[in-house]
Each structure stands twice: as structure tokens, then as C-alpha cells.
């Protein structure tokens, strides 16, 4: 009979790190972790400015010209229909001045190209006078 000499009888020590419980905690804060952050991320509060019916202004009256897209992808150009891109590009160079405004409406569905090549060839010809409108009243 083999005699182990580290044990006399009494409660055996482990001489090992146990990493169980360590590891159970970093799971579940991990797994915490995944779950809020999306939501802490994607949920952003907008609240728009209201504005009253009368607009105040200093310098003198800008000339504003209204571009119009749905969401599929028909333009307007101070209510009139465009056939393309190129022709409200033309449009705009057209009836551009130093004293005008852009306002570009546009359906809560369109898609975001869309928007953005209207957006790119503005700030190509230095237009920079450029409101979207949210809502209209």
C-alpha cells in the first residue's frame, strides 16, 4: 500500500488556481456588454427646432429655389419636373446668383445616394447656401 506523503488526514489544500468563477463573471459581463451597446448606440433623440411664421433677417432677401425629390427618385426644380440629374444640374446653373438660397426637400424614403449626389454637385460649383427641410408647415 502506497503511502501518499503530502496528506496526513486532513483537508487537502489545492494548490491550483481556480478559474471557474472567473470566467463564468467575464462571460456574463461580456454577454451584458453585447446587449446594451447596440441599444445605447442606436437610439438617438432628435427633437427639431419649431420655428414661427415669421423669419427676421438683417441682410437682404435671398432669392430661394426649391429642389424636390420623392422616394423614387422623381426631381422637381421650383416645381418643375426634371427628366434627370443633368437636367436639374443645368437647372440650377442656370438660374444660380450670389443672392440665392437652395432648399432641398426630400420624402423621408428616398434613398440616401440620391441625396447625396444632389448635395455633392452643389459643393462642387461652391453652392453653400443649402437648407434640407424637415417638415414642411
Not at 481556480?18 to 459581463?29: A, E, G, K, Q
Not at 461580456?30 to 423669419?55: C, K, Q, R, Y
Not at 443633368?86 to 440616401?112: G, H
Amino acid at each position: 500500500m502506497e503511502i501518499n506523503s503530502f496528506s496526513d488526514g486532513e483537508d487537502d489544500f489545492m494548490s491550483e488556481i481556480n478559474i471557474t468563477p472567473m470566467v463564468d463573471v467575464m462571460l456574463l459581463l461580456m454577454l451584458i456588454f453585447l446587449v446594451t451597446a447596440p441599444v445605447l448606440t442606436n437610439n438617438i433623440d432628435i427633437n427639431l427646432p419649431e420655428t414661427s411664421g415669421s423669419v427676421s433677417s438683417v441682410t437682404e432677401p435671398m432669392e430661394v429655389k426649391k429642389i424636390f425629390i420623392n422616394d423614387m427618385g422623381i426631381l422637381f426644380f421650383d416645381e418643375k419636373k426634371q427628366k434627370n440629374y443633368d437636367e436639374l444640374f443645368q437647372n440650377i446653373l442656370v438660374n444660380s446668383s450670389d443672392n440665392m438660397e437652395i432648399r432641398l426637400l426630400a420624402d423621408r424614403n428616398t434613398p440616401y445616394h440620391n441625396i447625396a449626389k444632389i448635395l455633392a454637385f452643389l459643393k462642387e460649383k461652391n453652392i453653400t447656401n443649402i437648407g434640407l427641410v424637415t417638415e414642411i408647415e
